[in-house]
């Protein structure tokens, strides 16, 4: 599977912003779906997971109540809704995928995303 994210840009401490991811073939709602970004310096950090079916969603502490994680399988996208932005929310954000099991390891993701800036100014 191919994944293509968009969505990233600049925006103000406290705004909003929405990151969508296309997964190209057929069987993208086999694929369990996270969310991880890398900040200058840092190392790639789970942000958010969605098992295959949706019914079940994950996110790390520093995001949980402001960032929502979907997917819609009729249009092969999972989306990351970002509320109440911080500037340490700053970082590349790449979406990938993995047959089965969600997990918040970046290692056992087989697909990965060419990432998209996502700057939050003070």
């Known amino acids: 599977v191919q994944l293509q994210a968009s969505g990233g840009g600049l925006v103000q401490a406290g705004g909003s912003l929405r990151l969508s991811c296309l997964a190209s073939g057929r069987t993208f709602s086999r694929y369990s779906m996270g969310w991880f970004r890398q900040a200058p310096g840092k190392e790639r950090e789970f942000v958010a997971g969605i098992t295959w079916s949706g019914g079940n969603t994950y996110y790390a502490d520093s995001v949980k109540g402001r960032f929502t994680i979907s997917r819609d399988n009729a249009k092969n996208t999972v989306y990351l809704q970002m509320n109440s932005l911080k500037p340490e929310d700053t970082a590349v954000y790449y979406c990938?995928?993995?047959?089965?099991?969600?997990?918040?390891?970046?290692?056992?993701?087989?697909?990965w995303g060419q990432g998209t800036l996502v700057t939050v100014s003070s």
């Open positions: 990938a995928a993995r047959q089965g099991v969600m997990y918040s390891d970046r290692a056992r993701y087989h697909y």
